[in-house]
Each structure stands twice: as structure tokens, then as C-alpha cells.
């Protein structure tokens, strides 16, 4: 298999991708770990990654894009992921901003984009593109606190998958939707995440940074990837980081 670096336990595939991608690996170079002992999701949260039951990858991603379109390869990883987990599994999956994956309203995947410092040369830019999917995981797999909220593809359709064939079709999704994004932009990309969001038009929930909770409709994303959000008041707000939910009414709907 070209360019993976197969490990059987890490810290963190984005942490070794990292340092990777610092001593000069190509664009696609890819790390697969059978688990990871301090798997790391968006916000500071923790990923569990028990062994055999989930795919934990980063791929290293040099696109050659400006800084200011770096934010939109986030979005572009979470549709290259939800596409391909329909085609292998015949499901339908949906996207929470900015990039969860869900499907029957649990959550069985994310994506965590980081980069490197985006000053200096361009050519030494690069981005880093963490997945986790649960793929083999049972009930029992999940912490109590997860249980309710989580779900894998074993739990969703009968079946067990191969994980590196899952990889390697989401690697190749992956280069392919970042190819399309360098040379033709964001619109069809961004047109395909939004027939996919699971927020759009509903009541939710924004955590801000700071811990303030807003209430109010989705009003989806904007051409940039930015959602945004419209209370009761009427005031709008445009959500650039925190964490989104379906307001508790609406879950499990
Ligand atoms: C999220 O939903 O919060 C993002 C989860 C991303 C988890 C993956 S597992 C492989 C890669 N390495 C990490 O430490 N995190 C990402």
C-alpha cells in the first residue's frame, strides 16, 4: 500500500502525521492506527479509539490553496467521508456543521482539520485531515455517556468492514474533492454539503466558545462555510467556532 504508514498504537495519528509533515512527506501520505491512547476530536475533546473497531487516520494534505481557503477543506473532508460511507454502506449519511458525521440521528464519525503555521513559504504549508469513524463498534464498545448519542456501521447496517478498504476509498474521495476544490472552486462542493445538512432549517443549539448557549434557526452555511444562526429576536448571529447541536426538543426526532 503506497504512501500509509501503518501503526498498531499511537497517541494520536494527527500528532505523527504532524511531524510528518514537518520532515517533508508528499501530499496524500497517509497514517492508519489499529488505536490510539489520547485520540483527540474537535474542542478539546477526547476520541476513543479501542482497537479493531474504528478507522483513525490522518491524511497530509499540501493543496496549494491560499490561506484564507484553507478553512474550506474542512467541509470538503466531511462530504469526500459522508459519500463514500454511502456508497460502501448504502446509507444515508447527514453532515452537522462543521463536519460530524451522522446517520439516524447518532453520531458514527467526525473529522478534525488542523494545519501547519500557514506564514512563510507556501510551498512548506500543509493541512491535516484526523478521521475516526466507528466502524466495527458494538454497544458495548461505547462509554456509558456514549451510548445513547453514538453509533457505528456494525450498529447500523449488520455488517463488519474492512477498515482499510474504508480508508483507502475515503483517501482516494478525499484527493480527488481537494483536486476539485484547487482548480474549481468551492460551489459544487459546498452545494453537495448543504444537501446534507442535518441543521439546516432547524431549531439548535450554539455553545459559543465562551459557554453562552443561543438559541435560534439554522440558517445553514454561507459561499465562505460560515453557518449561521438567527435567534428569536431576530438578531443573527454567524457561528465561527463553538460547538452545534439540534436544540434538545428537536433530538432524536
Ligand atoms: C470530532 O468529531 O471531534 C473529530 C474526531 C476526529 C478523530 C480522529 S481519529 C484520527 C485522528 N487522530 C486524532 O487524534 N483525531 C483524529
Given at each position: 500500500m503506497k504512501d500509509i504508514l501503518f501503526l498498531d498504537?499511537?497517541?494520536s495519528t494527527n500528532r505523527v502525521a504532524r511531524d510528518l509533515g514537518t520532515a517533508g512527506k508528499p501530499h496524500g501520505y497517509a497514517v492508519l492506527a489499529a488505536s490510539q491512547s489520547a485520540g483527540r476530536g474537535r474542542l478539546g475533546k477526547a476520541?476513543?479509539?479501542?482497537?479493531?473497531?474504528?478507522?483513525?487516520?490522518?491524511?497530509?494534505?499540501?493543496?496549494?490553496?491560499?490561506?484564507?481557503?484553507?478553512?474550506?477543506i474542512t467541509l470538503t473532508a466531511g462530504l469526500a467521508l459522508s459519500q463514500v460511507l454511502d456508497e460502501i454502506c448504502q446509507l444515508k449519511v447527514a453532515l452537522k456543521w462543521p463536519n460530524d458525521i451522522y446517520i439516524s440521528g447518532r453520531k458514527c464519525g467526525g473529522v478534525l482539520v488542523e494545519t501547519s503555521s500557514l506564514q512563510g513559504e507556501a510551498d512548506e504549508h500543509f493541512a491535516l485531515v484526523g478521521i475516526g469513524v466507528n466502524v466495527n463498534a458494538d454497544k458495548d464498545?461505547?462509554?456509558?455517556?456514549?451510548?445513547?448519542?453514538?453509533t457505528s456501521l456494525f450498529l447500523e447496517t449488520g455488517k463488519e468492514y474492512e477498515i482499510l478498504t474504508l480508508f483507502e476509498a475515503i483517501r482516494s474521495r478525499l484527493l480527488q474533492l481537494v483536486f476539485q476544490l484547487t482548480h474549481e472552486g468551492f460551489a459544487d462542493i459546498l452545494n453537495q454539503w448543504r444537501e446534507r445538512d442535518m441543521l439546516q432549517g432547524k431549531w439548535m443549539q450554539w455553545v459559543t466558545p465562551t459557554g453562552e448557549i443561543v438559541y435560534g434557526e439554522s440558517l445553514g452555511v454561507d459561499n465562505s462555510g460560515i453557518l449561521s444562526v438567527r435567534d428569536r429576536s431576530g438578531r443573527i448571529y454567524e457561528v465561527l467556532s463553538g460547538d452545534v447541536s439540534l436544540a434538545p426538543q428537536f433530538r432524536g426526532r
Open positions: 498504537t499511537v497517541d476520541w476513543q479509539s479501542p482497537p479493531g473497531k474504528g478507522l483513525y487516520a490522518t491524511i497530509l494534505l499540501r493543496p496549494g490553496l491560499d490561506v484564507k481557503e484553507y478553512s474550506k464498545s461505547f462509554s456509558s455517556d456514549l451510548q445513547k448519542s453514538a
